[in-house]
């Protein structure tokens, strides 16, 4: 079995995405795919890529960094504007 790509893992999560998971809901703020950010920013030398997002259902939440791999579950409420 081929390990997923950094696109697989990512999943639709570009910014400006909303998605919900079993977590809650959140909006996409940036993606970093530079390994050295975003083992920083989730404070895991393995880290490839983070998603800093914001929790859409908990008021005044302040963003935050996520390296959760997409899974089947999770769903796209909207997705980001094309750039």
Do not use: N
Request: hydrophobic share 45%.
């Amino acid at each position: 079995m081929t390990p997923p790509t950094l696109a697989e893992q990512i999943g639709p999560r570009t910014p400006g995405a909303i998605y919900r998971t079993s977590d809650g809901v959140f909006e996409v703020l940036d993606l970093i795919v530079a390994p050295d950010l975003a083992s920083a920013l989730l404070l895991r030398r393995s880290a490839r890529w983070a998603v800093i997002v914001r929790d859409l259902v908990r008021p005044g939440a302040q963003p935050f960094a996520v390296g959760s791999v997409w899974t089947s579950a999770d769903q796209l409420i909207q997705a980001g504007p094309e750039r």
